[in-house]
Each structure stands twice: as C-alpha cells, then as structure tokens.
C-alpha cells in the first residue's frame, strides 16, 4: 500500500489513538546534501474511525503543528505530514534504541540507573522548553533512548507551544494527561506551566526508585485531585535503599505548588549530577505520610483553588539560569577576583532565580607524574574549594542556590566548556588577566571559552569588564 509516495512496509504499533508504520520513501524527499540522511522512517496515522473522542482528532493537528517546529537530538525528526482532507499522516525518522517502558517492570531498578534515567530525561526536557515546548504527557512509553545513550520524548500530542494556538485548551475544558503522572495544576487546567514536566519526572523518578506509583493510577477527576491534598507515601518507605537525598529530590518534585519544584529541568539535572551539595530539608528525612490535619487543611484549600496565572516557558527559563562563574584562585589576582565578584552580584540581582556554580579547575600534567594532592601539609583540592567558598561568601546567596566545584583537568577551558555543555549552563562568567605576548601567542583561557561555549560568556578584566 502507499500513501503519498510512502510505502507501508510494516505495521509496528498500535495505540489508542494512532497506528505506527514503517515505510519507505519512494520519492527520496531528502536533500542529497543532507549530511543526516535516516534511512529508517515510520507514518504515524490517526485512528479516526475506532474512537469517538474528538480529543484524538485535535491531539493529531496539535502533534503536526508541534514537530516540525522541533529540532536537535531529544526529538525524532520530521519529515512530512498529510492533511485530513485526504490521509492525515506525520512522517518521522525512526528511533531505533528502547522505550523507558521496558525498564518499569523490572522496578525497582539499581539507583544507579534510576539517577542516570533522571539526568538523560532531565536535560530532554531543559532542551524542549527551550524550543518552546512543553510536553504535558512525559511518562515511560514517551521516552526512548538512542544508541548514544540521549534520550528523546515522543508524542507531542498533548503538547503546548507558547507561539502557536492551543488548540486543546481552546476546545476542551477537562483535564488533559495520563493520570499517573498527570500534575496538579493540569489538574485544575493549567497548560502553560513547565514544572508540570517536572511533577511528571518526579512520579517517573519515583516508580523506577521504588516500584510503586505515588499517586495510584486514578481514572475520574476526584482521584485525579487527591493529589491537590494527598501527599504520597516517602520513597524510603518502599526501599530503604534510597538515599536520602534522592528522596529530597523526588519529594521536591511532586510538591503540589509548582513554585516549590525546582525551577527548571536543567537545574533539576544539576542536583543529580551534584548530590554532595545538595541542600536537604525535612523531605530527605521523612518516614511517613502527613498526619490529618495537614491533609484536612489542604483539602480545604484545594476545593477552592483556581487555576493561577503562570509565566511562559521562555519566562521560566530566563528568571531561572545557572551560571558559573569560573576563578583561576592560583594565578589570579585579588582585582580581578574583586571585579568577578561584583559583575556576579550585579547579574544575580536582576535574576534572583539563578543557581551560581563556583568553578576553579586544579591543573594537572597531560604526561607523566602529576604533582601531589598534598602540597605543604594541605590538601590542594580542600584548599582550592575553601577559597571557592571564601570568594563566594560576600555575595550571601541562599544556600540551596550555590554550589562548588574544583575540576581537575590540564585544559582548563575545555573543563569550563565541557561543564557548562554537560550541566546546561545558560551564562558564564570568567575572569581574564588581560593581554601579554605570551597569551596573545598561546591563546588564553577566556577566548577560548567565548569562541566555543554554547551559551553567554561575560568576560572580566583586572580594570574593566
């Protein structure tokens, strides 16, 4: 059979509201110069006669209008779509590795595993809302794995994208989602908020730690509200084995208020990456469900809770960056350390929701024997983070916002641009000691930051910036 050119060589799927076929494309749309040609394709084709939901009708226009504004390693790439005037269709490459749907029957997994599944989903999910996007339906069978290890989120469905309508929201006025992971504001019909994704990551994070669901899996909007009001059992409860700053983190997650969820998916991935600096409150600790007035006095709030008017994703992630600022505490100078100081504070006052990663790297010999950690009976690296730490203090940033890092590394800047690539870093801020015929010769630190790190660089000089 063919359908504009594309033929159905097999079926693969079948869902509730779309079928997945592989095809071939017999007209070889694919520009011959494209370096990234996919020789694999699957047509994704809407159910429209095996479900009365018109729901399934929109959630298709939504995914067509979605995927081709979509681009990078977390998505599957477009290739085409046909309208329903004819044979409605989207065609897409292929992801060839797994779905995280697997890995959930044999949960609860190594928490080794379930740390690295958060990080991978994590920066996903940092890389869409930056394209606009937030999902609104991340569970297992939306996310698969390349062979490289990326992950990508799929079905775009139910999505939202701040530039384009939104057409679900639009013609429908119930709670869209899958109700294990759906979040409390989509709940009450909240689209627009990107920590719904978060809650969502949570309720993964949770399942593959403990091999239970937090919330049940209910199917009517009063089991949907419980958890306006029901806090879920502690993970630890389930598997003793978790550490207690994974459960600090799960918990933060699936709070009900989308403001006391972290901030964004890329500094969710951060505290994965980071979990010594992690600041642990009373969830790390908490062994059991809240009591009933807790929950009593909740459930009254939440009968009268109206849907809050949220940023933009792009207001999210602007109000929400995290910035390093880069100290060379060997060489530098204390102007310079001064100067770095004050252009940190300056860009922390106008984002107050910033996290700040102190950064120094501690130089160590590419060939040969390395000199020792212990240099006259102090531990270098101990040294280096008390200094990070003694330079950081007049800033008096909440301590939950900052952490430190000593990298060791003998390319200094490729460890600055490899930190910030691996942690989604949106600014850097790094000082420079100005010019002599050595650095001009060699190249410095600081150019080679600016020239090749994928996000802003502020460079501060001993005398200006």
Known sequence: MEVDGYRLEEKLHTGGMAALWRVTDLKARQKKEDEEKISDL????PLLFSTDDPTAIVAFEVEQMIMPKLKGSHVPRYFDAGDFDAQ??????HIAGTSLRTRFEDAPLPIDEVINVGIKVAHALQDLHRQHV?????????????????????DYGLSRHEKLPDLLDEEFHLPLGTG?????????????EPRSDLFALGVLLYHLATGERPFGHPTSIAGLKKRLYRDPIPPCQHNPAIPNWLQEIILRCLEVEPSARFDTA????FQLQNPAQILLTARAEKATQDGFFAVLKRRFRAAGAEPLLQHSVSEQLSQAPIIVAALDLTNGTATLADNLRSITRRILETQPGARLACLTIRKINRIGMDEGIVQDGQNVHVKQLVELKH?????????????????????????IIEYARNNSVDHIVIGSRGS??????????????????ECTVTVVKSQNT
Request: charged letters at 15%; hydrophobic letters at 50%; aromatic letters at 6%.
């Open 42 to 45: 699957i047509m994704k084709v």
């Open 88 to 93: 409605a269709y989207i065609v897409m490459e």
């Open 134 to 154: 937030i999902h609104l339906d991340i569970k297992p069978s939306n996310i698969m794995f390349r062979s490289n290890g990326d992950a990508v989120l799929i």
């Open 180 to 192: 294990p992971y759906i979040s409390p504001e989509q709940v009450l019909g909240v689209r627009n």
């Open 266 to 269: 890329a500094q969710l991935a």
């Open 391 to 415: 330079w950081a203090r007049p800033l008096n940033i909440h301590p939950g916002k900052i952490t430190f890092h000593v990298l060791e590394a003998h390319d200094a800047a490729a460890a």
């Open 436 to 453: 002599s015929s050595i650095r001009r010769y060699l190249g410095s630190v600081s150019a080679q930051v600016v020239a090749e790190a």
